[in-house]
């Protein structure tokens, strides 16, 4: 996964607040993490987007996520990248899995199936779009199995709910 500038995370924040964007904060720990709530269209390809901007050195991070997504899972898809990114690390070999084990533990009961099945949905359209176009999507061979071990561990929790 790409560790972005100290400039470039910078260069989303502006982009939000000029836009914006609204704000949000879930309490997590002794932290206040944040996020924008984003507007579709700022990814044609995945309309329902969570996007984050981080640098592992500084620990420096913006989060978007899309107002289409249902907002009762924003705090918790606001903590998984964190927790991804921040908590553990960009370059972590199980990065991915480890997050979602760490938010399961967090997210309500009755909001778990609406979370495991957007976040099952948009591994699979990475996963595709990354293979359509890999310059975009920039998943190398560590971030696709990351991804898809990931993707059937919530896969297979999903299937326990319906």
């Known amino acids: ?8 995370v910078e260069e989303v924040r502006k982009l939000a ?7 949000n904060t879930y309490k997590y720990k002794d932290k206040t993490i944040d996020w924008y709530v984003g507007t579709p269209d700022l990814n044609k390809d995945i309309p329902a987007y969570v996007g984050r901007w981080t640098n592992d050195e500084t620990k420096k991070y913006v989060l978007l996520i899309s107002s289409a997504v249902p907002k009762a899972i924003h705090p918790y898809l606001a903590l998984s990248e964190y927790i991804e ?16 084990k760490r938010i399961l533990k967090l ?12 976040k099952v949905k948009l591994y699979e359209t990475e996963l595709t779009l990354n293979k359509t176009d890999p310059n975009t999507y920039a998943l190398d061979e560590f971030d696709i199995e990351q991804f898809t071990q990931t993707k059937d561990f919530l896969k297979q929790i999903l299937s326990g709910f319906e």
Not at 1 to 8: F, G, K, N
Not at 93 to 99: D, I, S, T, Y
């Open 17 to 23: 607040r000029d836009r914006e964007f609204p704000n």
């Open 85 to 100: 990114f921040i908590e553990i690390g960009v370059n972590v070999p199980g990065r991915v899995l480890e997050a979602e």
């Open 107 to 118: 997210v309500p009961n009755h909001f778990v199936p609406t979370y495991l099945a957007f």
């Open 1 to 8: 996964m790409i560790d972005h500038t100290v400039e470039q």
